[in-house]
């Protein structure tokens, strides 16, 4: 593949980008990301916490997006990626459970979960994911690969690429978070004073 297919490539997997609900109804991106920014800023006015979960380079977009959330959206994050946290519970538990125990442990009802996903089927993901959703949680997926992955029908809202590489799926849920957190950053000199006041 050359560098202009693979760009065409990229292209297409974006502009097929499913959005689906906890029903598995499909809706529009546009309506998603609407809502996905709503119940974000909700957590954000109530003081909730978002967390954000992935492996291999999903757990890298989870650490980004956690710091640009923090730092230019003042959204308390947290991620499980603390190499003592992750070696305890997988050792003691097992690493199915690095993610769940500590969502046990911490998540209360209106928290948020993004879970990130290449395969939509990394069993320690989907785990968390029903955890979240146990505690009331507001639990929002992404995924790629097959269609009928597992991942893509545990969240409130499902966010799939047709993706059927690493590569070309992390690209694009890089896309996705970029443009969830870009709707997130605050105005320094109008929003932040606001939110500082409250």
Not at 101 to 106: A, G, I, S
Request: glycine content about 6%; hydrophobic content about 40%.
């Amino acid at each position: 593949m050359n560098w202009t297919n693979n760009i065409s490539n990229l292209e297409n997997c974006l502009k097929s980008l499913s959005a689906r609900d906890k029903a598995g109804d499909e809706t529009d991106s546009d309506s998603a990301f609407a809502q996905w920014k709503d119940r974000t800023v909700q957590v954000r006015e109530n003081r909730r916490t978002a967390y954000l979960i992935g492996n291999g380079a999903s757990a890298s977009m989870a650490s980004h997006f956690a710091a640009d959330l923090a730092k230019n959206g003042r959204i308390r994050t947290e991620i499980f990626t603390d190499l003592s946290l992750i070696t305890a519970v997988a050792n003691d538990v097992d690493y199915e459970s690095v993610f769940s125990e500590p969502l046990r442990w911490r998540m209360t009802e209106g928290d948020m979960l993004v879970a990130v996903s290449s395969s939509g089927n990394s069993p320690n993901v989907l785990a968390g994911c029903e955890t979240a959703m146990s505690v009331g949680g507001f639990v929002v997926t992404l995924s790629a690969m097959k269609p009928d992955n597992a991942l893509r029908s545990l969240g409130n809202l499902n966010f799939y690429v047709p993706a059927e590489t690493y590569g070309a799926a992390e690209t694009c849920h890089a896309a996705v978070l970029h443009y969830w957190m870009d709707k997130m950053i605050l105005n320094p000199t109008t929003d932040q004073q606001a939110v500082f006041k409250k």
